[in-house]
């Protein structure tokens, strides 16, 4: 049994680390390497800034992804009887087992708020248009720019709002932030890394 407890324990500075990494050694670079452009008065221009924002929000479902299954694996752990519930566990049920677990104040700094933003976006870039879309754009219109001049959905056909979505190096940033700051604030080992900050080339 202590074997297991120290290995719960172990996971969540694991957790940090390879999220840490990924971003460092891959997000950040790929992202700074593409070119952007302030004004479209080019089709390469167009090109190059819609590439730019498919990619961030394809880096943004990544880390969705490796996130929510790392608080999957924790949960489980720390709570065994989430096994034996019958459906499996919500993203918002993984997030409160795992926070209440390391101690983790989900409402500081908004952490909790960002957190579920990260979902709610990979969810839109998952699917597209749906109850997701409807929510984020209501919940966080800064993500819309209609009026931006250095943008152009190049999709055909009429506009959609999931197509207008914009992911920026800082959105990524920021949910890199969050989910490295939980495990840091969820990691009891000693040297704990709970608010590094990040910012894309």
């Given at each position: 049994?202590?074997?297991?407890a120290?290995?719960?324990?172990?996971?969540?500075?694991?957790?940090?680390?390879?999220?840490?990494?990924?971003?460092?050694?891959?997000?950040?670079p790929?992202?700074?390497?593409?070119?952007?452009?302030?004004?479209l008065?080019?089709?390469?221009?167009?090109?190059?800034?819609?590439?730019?924002?498919?990619?961030?929000?394809?880096?943004?479902?990544?880390?969705?992804?490796?996130?929510?299954?790392?608080?999957?694996?924790?949960?489980?752990?720390?709570?065994?009887?989430?096994n034996?519930?019958?459906?499996?566990?919500?993203?918002?049920?993984?997030?409160a087992?795992?926070?209440?677990?390391?101690?983790?104040?989900?409402?500081?700094?908004?952490?909790?708020?960002?957190?579920?933003?990260?979902?709610?976006?990979?969810n839109?870039?998952?699917?597209?248009?749906?109850?997701?879309?409807?929510?984020?754009?209501?919940?966080?219109?800064?993500?819309?720019?209609?009026?931006?001049?250095?943008?152009?959905?190049?999709?055909?056909?009429?506009?959609?709002?999931?197509?207008?979505?914009?992911?920026?190096?800082?959105?990524?940033?920021?949910?890199?932030?969050?989910?490295?700051?939980?495990?840091?604030?969820?990691?009891?080992?000693?040297?704990?890394?709970?608010?590094?900050?990040?910012?894309?080339?």
């Open positions: 049994m202590s074997g297991i120290d290995h719960r324990d172990q996971l969540p500075r694991l957790f940090q680390a390879n999220l840490d990494r990924l971003f460092v050694r891959v997000i950040e790929a992202l700074g390497a593409l070119p952007r452009h302030d004004h008065d080019r089709a390469a221009r167009q090109v190059d800034n819609h590439m730019a924002n498919e990619a961030a929000k394809a880096f943004t479902l990544t880390i969705a992804a490796i996130f929510e299954r790392q608080l999957s694996i924790w949960a489980r752990l720390v709570d065994p009887e989430i034996n519930r019958g459906s499996t566990p919500r993203y918002a049920d993984l997030l087992t795992c926070a209440r677990h390391g101690g983790v104040d989900l409402a500081r700094d908004e952490l909790g708020d960002t957190l579920e933003r990260l979902l709610v976006v990979a839109v870039v998952r699917h597209g248009e749906g109850k997701a879309c409807d929510k984020l754009k209501r919940d966080h219109p800064a993500l819309w720019d209609d009026q931006a001049s250095d943008y152009v959905d190049l999709m055909p056909g009429p506009p959609l709002a999931s197509e207008h979505i914009r992911i920026r190096e800082d959105d990524v940033a920021r949910f890199i932030e969050a989910t490295t700051r939980f495990w840091g604030r969820a990691d009891r080992l000693p040297m704990a890394v709970t608010d590094h900050r990040y910012g894309c080339a």
